[in-house]
């Protein structure tokens, strides 16, 4: 299954502690992206490097500064006139000081519907839906990947079913990613969970590609401008 789809920014840095010879060294993080209002991630998304859909996240800030993150994914495969595969996600994410208090996602891969509700009350975030009834911590991260936070922690709140994933994150490196034409500096990370992810963010944490593979076919996510 895709586990895309996108939300929400922390305030602050995320504690993130390594032990090593039985002595705590504190990790520096890079800084998260601060999503601006009216901010958009296009990505065109290709399969066997030939397009087949899109995936599309818009930024909305209110007065006092309170994020809506819209999640817009359409994915097909044609042969001839006829669709052979469908994949829909639609998801909105609502965030106040840096912390998920809201989410509402829907999805269909070629019939199989997923559904995720999820919101605060008394300080943790209840959740109902189709893999996963029950309360998490307000740092929860759904599994959007526009937040660059997301590769410092060990689970993740699906915006397809509500299913919390465990994920295990590991740096390839540094990197460089086209981006309308143009060389961008980024950060690789593979993120393993039920299906293994390559992530990749620049300097200032914008997420600029993704790929993977799927029954042997490759996919992957082709930033159309920078945010």
């Known amino acids: 299954m895709f586990r895309t789809a996108i939300a929400g920014i922390l305030g602050a840095f995320i504690a993130f502690?390594?032990?090593?010879?039985?002595?705590?060294?504190?990790?520096?993080?890079?800084?998260?992206?601060?999503?601006?209002?009216?901010?958009?991630?296009?990505?065109?998304?290709?399969?066997?490097?030939?397009?087949?859909?899109?995936?599309?996240?818009?930024?909305?800030?209110?007065?006092?500064?309170?994020?809506?993150v819209t999640t817009d994914v359409d994915l097909r495969v044609k042969i001839g006139p006829i669709t052979a595969f469908r994949y829909r996600l639609d998801s909105v994410e609502n965030w106040v000081d840096?912390?998920?208090?809201?989410?509402?996602?829907?999805?269909?891969?070629?019939?199989?519907?997923?559904?995720?509700?999820?919101?605060?009350?008394?300080?943790?975030?209840?959740?109902?839906?189709?893999?996963?009834?029950?309360?998490?911590?307000?740092?929860?991260?759904?599994?959007?990947?526009w937040n660059r936070m997301q590769v410092y922690q060990d689970q993740m709140l699906s915006t397809e079913t509500g299913e919390v994933l465990e994920i295990n994150v590991e740096t390839i490196g540094d990197d460089v990613v086209m981006v309308a034409g143009e060389p961008v500096e980024a950060t690789h990370y593979r993120l393993k969970s039920d299906l293994t992810v390559d992530l990749w963010y620049d300097a200032q944490s914008r997420w600029v590609k993704l790929a993977f593979k799927v029954r042997g076919q490759d996919i992957e996510y082709v930033l159309n401008e920078l945010y």
């Open 98 to 145: 840096g912390q998920l208090v809201g989410l509402n996602g829907t999805s269909n891969s070629d019939g199989r519907k997923g559904r995720v509700s999820a919101v605060q009350e008394n300080g943790e975030l209840a959740v109902e839906s189709t893999k996963f009834d029950g309360v998490l911590p307000l740092t929860t991260i759904p599994s959007s990947h």
């Open 17 to 68: 502690s390594a032990h090593a010879d039985e002595t705590a060294e504190q990790v520096s993080l890079p800084t998260p992206w601060v999503a601006t209002d009216g901010a958009v991630i296009d990505f065109t998304v290709l399969r066997k490097g030939k397009p087949f859909g899109r995936h599309m996240l818009t930024f909305d800030r209110d007065e006092s500064g309170d994020l809506t």
